[in-house]
């Protein structure tokens, strides 16, 4: 039998399955579903990252350097941002946009619903800035659920992966802005060497080399020519934020910034990461 788990972000109440009375839910808790409600905790350091408008961070401790690159696409595109055909371990992520467009502006999107699918342990997992729905089968052992009020939920898999979702939330009455969602993996070493997506292709580091410094427009961020995948760039040194210790204002994080959808460091091109539905195996 399967079950149906929902739990707000927004609220500190542990979860109720749905048709389950209150004299055995504590024995399908301890059964299927471990969730615990707990304080700032400490993270790896490798990092590849969803967050923002929305962009992408590739740190690289081995060489000490960080790539970081944007995407554009119109709001409610899914994009399959991690796909293991060996463990069949899933994440897709689909964009939002502000509430409303200022005339002549340009389009902000951000991650607004992450799917997460484990086909070998049976377990699928929808979160959106306001709940977090779990589909349960009788594997649902293997995975662990952490949740920080109003802040994040991390995910461990047994002998797989441990990632993080942060919600960033805005005030409920600005304009055009509206809450929305970072992804940060903080274990992927047990991924397949097979893992692709936008930024599973990343999991297992990428070669590159950077080149003939120039002084860019801005001063701060110099020019250079990379060397990446047979591919010869241009590319800007710049930051981009990482919220996971700070979800208010993130800190910043010195990178190797690709242009133009992250072309020629991302595999083929970003339309071959779109997907039709949130649960989309690939």
């Known amino acids: ?30 059964t299927f579903f471990y969730i615990t409600l707990i304080y700032p905790f400490t993270l790896f350091l490798k990092v590849l990252a969803a967050d923002g408008d929305p962009h992408f961070i590739i740190e690289l401790p ?8 944007n995407i ?60 977090i729905t779990v589909l349960v089968f009788p594997s649902f052992s293997s995975m662990d659920l952490q949740v920080t009020k109003d802040r994040s939920l991390t995910v461990s898999l047994r002998n797989s992966v441990k990632f993080v979702i942060i919600l960033h939330k805005v005030w409920k009455e600005h304009p055009y802005h509206q809450d929305y969602l970072g992804f940060y993996t903080l274990d992927s070493h047990l991924l397949s060497q097979r893992v692709h997506g936008v930024i599973g292709q990343f999991f297992h580091g990428v070669n590159f080399e950077v080149s003939n410094l120039v002084e860019g427009q801005d001063p701060d961020k110099p020019d250079a020519i990379m060397f990446v995948k047979g591919h010869t760039l241009k590319v800007t040194r710049g930051w981009q934020r990482d919220f996971r210790k700070n979800v208010k204002n993130g800190e910043n994080v010195s990178c190797w910034f690709i242009h133009n959808n992250g072309t020629g460091l991302i595999d083929g091109v970003l339309t071959d990461y779109i997907v039709s539905d949130i649960f989309s195996t690939v």
Do not use: W
């Not at 409303?100 to 997992?125: A, D, L, N, Q």
């Open 62 to 69: 081995d060489q000490d350097d960080a790539l970081c690159f």
């Open 72 to 131: 554009n696409d119109k709001p409610g595109t899914i994009f399959n941002l991690v796909t293991d055909p060996l463990t069949g371990f899933v994440v897709n992520g689909q964009t939002i946009g502000d509430k409303k467009m200022i005339s002549g502006s340009t389009t902000h999107t951000y991650f607004g619903h992450f799917g997460i699918i484990h086909e070998e342990f049976g377990i699928r997992v929808m979160v959106t800035t306001r709940e």
């Open 1 to 30: 039998m399967d079950y149906a788990v929902g739990y707000s972000l927004l609220s500190s109440s542990y979860p109720v399955l749905g048709g389950v009375t209150d004299d055995i839910l504590p024995v399908l808790l301890s």
